[in-house]
């Protein structure tokens, strides 16, 4: 089964080290290994807001390239 | 390496550059700083050399680092704009380029052409390989010889195998440079969203996921990054200066 938030991920073009360090700026505080597991995993695991502060670091990004920002907030 | 008095080109001794290649201090000398070193000492030892510069290989595209002259630096900007000549051979095929006599060869019409009319007689192309990847090379011009001498090559291939390491290290540490400052921005960030969120909590009596809310939907109506946001915020309550 395929991984929304990881297909997201890699329609952003950014590496995987560059995600985390947008995702902790933001306020995200989990490892990159472990974010990167859970991106593979579609964020099953992810608290809600952990999760969010996900959502925005790749919404970001791709409002940066002028694309739609499609990943949804779990917490609206 | 023993003199020869047949009037060739002397290479001195091969230890000294080594030495003093391997014994740059990393942290000290930007890559830049490396790069010009390799080419004056490849300048300066290898016999028939008369200009030299190094090709490295970025992102997919060719582009010289350091060279000795303009001449040299030219004449690799043909190559790379048709695609074509001795040290895109090199780095292409990963291996070094054997001596070329300008005059004659029909691979590489607009590079032979520009060469012969800056009055370059042969070239030579050394790859810079790290673990197996062929990331540049280094490029021997000669105006004086029709052909660079086996065992000036030999000290290029040597002298090259000493840059790639070097150049290999460089090339790392610049990288973690980079990150050094990319998380040192990331942490900024993240305490202003952290001052910000504090704000919000103190201000509403809510928790630090809900003023985070409060924020990101405040930067999703207002088409702003959140980190502006949160900066304005910051600011907006600290004290006028009196």
């Known amino acids: ?76 | 390496m023993p003199d020869q008095d047949d009037g060739t080109a002397l290479a001195p001794d091969r230890g000294p550059v080594a030495t003093e290649l391997g014994a740059v201090l990393l942290t000290e000398r930007s890559l830049d700083e490396l790069l010009e070193l390799v080419v004056s000492l490849a300048r300066r030892t290898i016999g028939g050399a008369d200009g030299v510069s190094v090709s490295l290989s970025r992102d997919g595209r060719l582009l010289t680092s350091n060279s000795s002259d303009e001449v040299v630096r030219e004449l690799d900007e043909v190559q790379y704009e048709h695609n074509r000549g001795p040290c895109v051979e090199t780095i292409a095929s990963g291996i070094g380029t054997s001596t070329v006599t300008v005059d004659g060869d029909a691979r590489w019409p607009e590079f032979n052409a520009a060469a012969s009319q800056r009055f370059i007689t042969s070239v030579a192309g050394v790859p810079l390989a790290v673990q197996d990847r062929t990331i540049g090379s280094i490029n021997l011009y000669s105006g004086t010889v029709e052909h660079f001498a086996p065992e000036d090559l030999e000290v290029a291939d040597l002298f090259a195998r000493q840059a790639s390491i070097v150049l290999a290290n460089a090339v790392a540490f610049e990288s973690s440079t980079a990150l050094n400052k990319n998380l040192q921005e990331a942490l900024i960030t993240r305490e202003v969203i952290g001052e910000a969120k504090g704000i919000i909590m103190a201000q509403t009596h809510c928790s630090p996921e809900e003023a985070f809310d409060q924020l990101r939907r405040e930067s999703q109506q207002a088409n702003r990054k959140l980190r502006v946001l949160a900066e304005e915020l910051v600011q907006s309550v600290q004290h006028e200066p009196s």
């Open chain 1, 1 to 76: 089964m395929d991984s929304f938030l990881q297909t997201a991920f890699e329609h952003t073009g950014l590496s995987p080290i560059d995600l985390w360090l947008r995702y902790v700026a933001l306020g995200g505080s989990i490892p990159p290994q472990d974010l990167l597991a859970q991106i593979a995993r579609d964020g099953a695991e992810l608290d809600a807001y952990q999760r969010d502060v996900l959502a925005l670091a790749l919404n970001e990004r791709f409002h940066e390239l002028d694309m739609d920002t499609p990943v949804p907030y779990v917490r609206d």
